[in-house]
């Protein structure tokens, strides 16, 4: 079989509503999550024995060892019952780390959607789902990568189909803002509900918009307080001209902004390139 390459696109939490932590140490959430046509790039190629190679502007953040792309396809090989999967893994690591992005939980979940093609697997995408939970509750959505309310610890999916295209543009300030740090400052301070609200009546890009407002990101202060770069962006990306929403996505560090048109993202895009030159931008389209 002939190598396979692919897409692992960033993911956004386009609402993020947390509640208090559990027994066991998790949080409940309800979250509309859509996906970028941005991302981290997979490729995939039969091999004698498993090994990955990352390269891309943010491979140097990574640590070195086990990743979750690694966990992934091990796991994909006891599934199968074919044992360590002899192929070669490339990771081209364009999305920043740490940023919110589900980036890990996406790059797993291409990965093993390779992997099952490259080893002529007979399993669909939602065995492979279940595979990609050993890289966390959000390592099933990411596998599926289409617009979703998710519930529970992440890991309750209703798909959303009426989701429209959503211009947009993706800014991360060049900070790391670690999940685990950020959950255990939010469970310092005022905790919320992990309320999921009524589906807009409008699903129109304007109308999903205007209902975001409305909505919220329960990490996104005590993000802030861990890194008040993030605040330093979501303000100077509301004052882009054109945008209809800016927030947080995830645990941080990335905010995203909502403009009315692609032509308008990408010329915010040019704008802020020139102003912060040292910071990571992307103009995209969400859906």
């Known amino acids: 079989m002939a190598a396979r390459s692919g897409l692992a696109p960033a993911k956004v939490n386009l609402f993020l509503?947390?509640?208090?932590?559990?027994?066991?140490?998790?949080?409940?959430l309800a979250s509309l999550v859509a996906f970028a046509d941005v991302g981290d790039r997979v490729e995939v190629a039969p091999a004698e024995r498993l090994s990955l190679v990352v390269?891309?502007?943010?491979?140097?953040?990574?640590?070195?060892?086990?990743?979750?792309?690694?966990?992934?396809?091990?796991?994909?090989g006891e599934v199968a019952?074919?044992?360590?999967?002899?192929?070669?893994?490339?990771?081209?690591?364009?999305?920043?780390?740490?940023?919110?992005?589900?980036?890990?939980?996406?790059?797993?979940g291409a990965a093993l959607k390779l992997a099952r093609d490259v080893l002529g697997l007979k399993l669909d995408d939602d065995a492979l789902?279940?595979?990609?939970?050993?890289?966390?509750?959000?390592?099933?959505?990411?596998?599926?990568?289409?617009?979703?309310?998710?519930?529970?610890?992440?890991?309750?999916?209703?798909?959303?189909?009426?989701?429209?295209?959503?211009?947009?543009?993706?800014?991360?300030?060049g900070v790391p803002s670690p999940t685990g740090a950020v959950y255990r400052a939010y469970d310092a301070g005022p905790v919320a509900v992990?309320?999921?609200?009524?589906?807009?009546?409008d699903w129109s890009a304007t109308g999903v918009a205007?209902?975001?407002?409305?909505?919220?990101?329960?990490?996104?202060?005590?993000?802030?307080?861990?890194?008040?770069?993030?605040a330093e962006a979501l303000a100077t990306v509301r004052?882009?001209?054109?945008?209809?929403?800016?927030?947080?996505?995830?645990?941080?560090?990335?905010?995203?902004?909502?403009f009315g048109s692609s032509a308008e993202a990408k010329a915010a895009a040019a704008t802020?390139?020139?102003?912060?030159?040292g910071w990571w931008v992307a103009p995209t389209i969400l859906s």
Not at 239 to 258: D, N
């Open 194 to 201: 992990a309320d999921r609200p009524d589906p807009p009546a």
């Open 17 to 28: 509503h947390v509640g208090p932590v559990d027994a066991e140490g998790y949080h409940p």
């Open 239 to 258: 004052a882009l001209p054109g945008v209809q929403l800016a927030r947080m996505s995830g645990s941080g560090a990335t905010v995203f902004a909502l």
């Open 81 to 108: 019952g074919v044992g360590e999967p002899p192929l070669a893994l490339r990771l081209e690591k364009r999305l920043p780390i740490a940023a919110g992005l589900g980036g890990g939980s996406s790059d797993a």
């Open 210 to 230: 205007a209902w975001l407002k409305g909505q919220r990101n329960d990490l996104e202060a005590p993000a802030i307080a861990g890194a008040p770069q993030i």
């Open 129 to 173: 789902a279940d595979i990609a939970a050993v890289v966390g509750a959000d390592g099933p959505m990411c596998l599926h990568a289409r617009a979703a309310w998710a519930e529970g610890r992440g890991d309750v999916l209703t798909a959303e189909p009426r989701l429209p295209r959503l211009a947009a543009l993706l800014v991360n300030p």
């Open 55 to 76: 390269e891309g502007p943010f491979a140097a953040a990574l640590e070195g060892g086990d990743n979750l792309i690694l966990r992934a396809v091990r796991r994909l």
């Open 272 to 277: 802020l390139t020139v102003a912060r030159p």
